[in-house]
């Protein structure tokens, strides 16, 4: 069962505005990861929070964490044309066998950053 | 650079034949993982493994099988390929982590049509 669903499906801004994504998850999770994808090609990993986090930055990227909510969001500021993918959240639970994360993924916002 | 391979990345075969994807990993990890991607469905998980020959089921397993015979390799096969299993294959790796949070890298996927 999918547990993150992202929120808007889709949105388009003009380059140098704001994109806010947001997530919502159903179950307790060890961490929850950003994951972005360009057309055709595989997911490159963004960020990282963990349950006890709330906030965390990376560059122009910035993502919140609510558990209480169970929810995040990830903002990219000043974005670019290049910015143009999918991006989806991934609810992680520990591998209890070996280590590790199993990742669920939600089905994804597709951002189009226009110039 | 972590590098995940993936043997082909479009490939067409017929309904009822077997079929194997192949991936391979560079970075000595230790988990590896088979997810398929479908439209409005997001990631879904088929198999993974946290070791060589150990392997777990994940959320659609059906009509899947997986081998790991090699740290670095990891195999999915499809036992008498169906039109439904025509989809996006991403494979990926990570280390275990043992209680913290690992990212998983993914390869650039097969695009696999069953005719």
């Known amino acids: 069962s999918q547990q993150g669903e992202e929120d808007p499906q889709a949105l388009s801004i003009q380059e140098g505005e704001n994109a806010t994504m947001n997530c919502s998850y159903k179950t307790s999770i060890n961490n929850l990861q950003w994951y972005r994808q360009n057309s055709g090609r595989g997911l490159v990993h963004l960020i990282l929070i963990r349950s006890n986090e709330r906030e965390k930055h990376s560059g122009r990227l910035r993502v919140t964490l609510d558990t209480s909510k169970k929810s995040s969001s990830l903002l990219i500021t000043a974005s670019r044309a290049a910015d143009t993918a999918s991006y989806f959240c991934?609810?992680?639970?520990?591998?209890?066998?070996?280590?590790?994360?199993?990742?669920?993924f939600g089905t994804g916002t597709q951002l189009k950053v226009e110039l | 650079d972590v590098k995940v391979t993936q043997s082909s990345r479009y490939l067409v075969k017929r309904t009822g034949e077997k079929v194997f994807l192949e991936c391979v990993q560079d970075?000595?990890?230790?988990?590896m993982f088979w997810y398929r991607q479908d439209p409005g469905l997001g990631l879904r998980l088929i198999y993974f493994s946290y070791d060589v020959k150990m392997k777990e089921k994940g959320d659609i397993p059906e009509g899947y099988s997986v081998s790991r015979e090699k740290k670095e390799r990891f195999s999915l096969i499809l036992e008498s390929a169906s039109t439904n299993q025509t989809s996006m294959y991403l494979c990926?790796?990570?280390?275990?982590?043992?209680?913290?949070?690992?990212?998983?890298?993914f390869g650039d996927g097969t695009r696999l049509s069953i005719l």
């Open positions: 991934a609810t992680a639970l520990l591998i209890l066998t070996g280590g590790g994360n199993k990742l669920t």
């Open positions: 990926a790796s990570s280390h275990r982590g043992l209680r913290r949070g690992q990212p998983q890298h």
């Open positions: 970075m000595d990890h230790e988990n």
